[in-house]
């Protein structure tokens, strides 16, 4: 994870890219030994969201196969509140690939800091576990 001076030199985007998928809070059982967020929890959480939006978008079961380009920005603080947000790369034959961006909210800071971002990639599947087609065009609209 990057140091916070680091970051300190990082473009800051002010707005979301895509959808709001999920919120959650930060607590303290989420931690690493250094206190701040564990970084596969806050994993666990774009995959989470990200499965809500790709199982919406296959209208159906699906399964992460990929995680590409994660990127740990900032680091996550407890009582952080983290909204993962959605946005559609591409919709394969049976697979879907989202950008997905976690932002916090802070008490008594700005109204939101980006501090992850990732590529995810899931696949359509059937009650057997098998790759099924996704329908593009009713997954587009």
Request: hydrophobic fraction near 40%.
């Amino acid at each position: 994870m990057a140091t916070e001076s680091e970051n300190t030199q990082m473009p800051e985007h002010t707005m979301p890219r895509g959808d709001l998928c999920t919120r959650t809070l930060a607590m303290p059982a989420d931690t690493n030994p250094s206190g701040d967020i564990f970084g596969g929890w806050l994993m666990s959480q774009m995959d989470i969201a990200g499965g809500v939006l790709a199982s919406q978008i296959a209208e159906g079961r699906i399964a992460t196969v990929a995680v590409d380009a994660m990127t740990f920005l900032r680091p996550v603080y407890v009582g952080d509140v983290v909204c993962v947000y959605g946005d559609i790369e591409r919709i394969g034959t049976t697979s879907v690939v989202l950008h997905l961006e976690s932002w916090v909210l802070r008490r008594n800071q700005p109204p939101r800091i980006k501090v992850t971002e990732a590529t995810f990639t899931f696949v359509a599947i059937d009650a057997e576990g098998r790759p099924r087609p996704v329908r593009k065009d009713e997954a587009i609209a």
